[in-house]
Structure formats: C-alpha cells, structure tokens
C-alpha cells in the first residue's frame, strides 16, 4: 500500500513553510546567521517536541523559524520540502507563509518572498511540482497589523493564491479580522482560514459569514453542528485536515478515534495534508499511511480525497485536468 500510495498523484493545500523547518537545518541557519538556539543539539530540539496544546507547539515554532534571516534561507528552507515532497509523491504545493514574526525581526516580505518565489520556479522545473503561495496572518495579533501587512504586501499581489488565518485559534474569533478579509476580498484575493481545530464549530460558520472563505483549514469540530455540517455538505466546502497535526496537538487522543470517518460518511470535502510535517511525524505519505492504518481505507478511499485536494486547489484548469 505504501508504495500505491506514493504514486497516487497529491496535492497538498495546508502546509505551514516555517513548519517545514527541521533541526538540522534549524542549526545550520542559526549557525550561519550568528544566532544562538535555546537547544544544545538538534536531539535536545527534538526531545522538546512533547507539546500538550496548539500554543505549546506554537511556542516552539516561532522560536525555531528565528533562525531565517536571508533570500536564500527561505529558498533552502522550501527547496528542501519540496524534495522530500517529491519524494512523496506531491504533485502541488499550496505553501503558506506567516510574514508578521519574520516582520518584527526585520526580515522583508521581498526577502520572504523572493526566496520562496525561487524555489517554488525550481520545484517547477526540477519535479514538475506546481505551487501556489498563501500569506496568512496571525489571528493573536491585532486586526491593523494584519492590514498593514495586507498594505504592504500590494507588489505581490497578482502571486499570492489567497490570504490565510492561523495561530493561536481560542479567544480569536474570525470576525476580529471582518475588514481585513473585506479590503482582501475587495483587491481580488481569494481567502481560506483555520477554523474548528482548537476553536468551537462557531468559529468555522464565523469564517464563512465573516471572512467569506472558500476553504476550512482543519475544520474538525464541526461536527458539534449539525445545521454547519449541512451547510458543509451542501456547499461542498473543502476542509484541509491535518490527522497527524491533530494527534500531535491533542485535539484527538489517537488517530483511531479523529473524526475524519464521520467527516466522509457526512459527505463532506475532506482533503488530507500534514500541516507542519518537521514537528508532526512526517509529510503527505506518513500521514497518508497512517489513514490506511488506522482507518483501513482502500485505493478507492484514497483516490477520492486526492480528487478533492486537486478539484479545491487553486490552480490553472488545464493543469487540474492533466493532474486528476
Ligand atoms: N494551527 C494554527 N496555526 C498554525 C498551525 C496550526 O496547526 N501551524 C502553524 N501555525
Ligand atoms: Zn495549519
């Protein structure tokens, strides 16, 4: 099966670039950047992977992505993703990226985006991997902050897929970022958001309303309401479900018991993605495989959630139909 797996065509449309980061690297970056890491070792590093909640693993995240200073950290950084993308078998990439805390070490958005512009053109050319680039804001920061960064951000608008919300989800409702995704909307670009993976099912009808998404990113409580899960269903809004993110950050205790068979027997666009694969256990296949595992999905199970990755992707048409 894994070997099946591999091969199946992927897209993956909820993948945090900084969440790519692995030790390794994090200490070579910090080492040619002059900056000290508070881990003696990359064991050390990896030992702290222990994280009991969103925010435990969020603490960690931005400490380690302080170590991306230059053009070309960023194009290393993407560059080795996607070969181990490759290596999955992933086809398309939708890779998103958080500017503010790069911002306040004053790291450029042209630095941030030249660096993963350049890869994504050598992803292109080297496996025939098509890409598409998401800026998402932090949702525990303030409003303004997100849309001065949504100001600033105008050169890039014609290569940016859409905007994004994440971070630290309780306490944050989508409706603090109504004008932001507004003025987003009101210059042509497309939204998505994170929604139900710590927050309750209200906050994934809030981004709908609110910010006028046309994507959940995890999505997973949703099925506290029914009327949203009808909604969910009717409108076939697809959700990006991360299931080893899930079991890493608590939200489900085991893969044996996430909701994502409940979410498929209820109809619903389910798409499955690794979210942070240097922090979760693992890219597209690891979590691919898992599913099979834990679920006892078939190939037919399998093609169909690739299907809908590859239909909620933005991407050209003529590219779709050639991948699907
Ligand atoms: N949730 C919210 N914000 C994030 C995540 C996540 O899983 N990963 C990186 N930023
Ligand atoms: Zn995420």
């Known amino acids: 099966m894994k070997e099946w797996l591999r091969t199946l065509p992927k897209a993956e449309l909820h993948l945090h670039i900084e969440g790519t980061l692995e030790p390794e690297l994090m200490f070579e970056l910090a080492a040619r950047n002059g900056i000290r890491l508070a881990w003696q070792s990359v064991e050390a590093l990896r030992a702290a992977y222990d994280f009991d909640s969103l925010q435990s693993f ?5 400490r380690g ?3 991306l200073c230059t053009q070309q950290d960023f194009f290393e950084l993407a560059m080795a993703y996607f070969e181990r993308a490759h290596d999955d078998g992933v086809v398309h990439v939708e890779l998103s990226f958080d500017p503010q805390p790069h911002l306040e070490r004053g790291v450029t958005l042209q630095t941030i985006l030249a660096g993963l512009e350049s890869a994504c053109d050598e992803a292109r050319r080297r496996f025939d991997i098509s890409s598409a680039l998401i800026m ?4 525990d920061r303030p409003a303004q902050e997100a849309m001065a960064v949504l100001e600033q951000a105008a050169p890039w608008y014609d290569r940016l897929a859409a905007v994004g919300l994440d971070s630290a989800e309780v306490g ?6 109504t004008a932001v995704f507004e003025r987003a909307r009101a210059l042509g670009l497309a939204r998505i ?10 906050y994934i009808s809030g981004a709908l309303d609110a910010l006028d998404v046309c994507r959940i990113d995890h999505g997973v409580r949703c099925l506290e309401d029914e009327a949203l899960v009808a909604r969910l269903h009717s409108e076939q809004i697809p959700l990006t479900v991360c299931p080893l993110s899930n079991v890493y950050l608590k939200v489900f205790e085991r893969l044996e018991s996430h909701c994502l068979p409940a979410l498929l027997d209820n109809g619903l666009c389910v798409t499955l993605n690794s979210d942070d694969p240097a922090y979760f256990g693992g890219g597209m296949l690891a979590n691919f495989m898992a599913c099979h595992e834990a679920f006892g999905w078939d190939e037919d199970a399998f093609r169909e959630l690739s299907r809908n990755a590859l239909e909620a992707a933005f991407i050209d048409d003529q590219r779709r139909e050639r991948l699907l």
């Open 193 to 202: 958001a994170h929604a139900g993976e710590e927050g309750p099912a209200d």
């Open 58 to 62: 969020l603490d960690l995240y931005y």
């Open 172 to 177: 944050n409702p989508p409706e603090k970022f």
């Open 136 to 139: 998402s804001f932090l949702r």
């Open 65 to 67: 992505m302080s170590v």
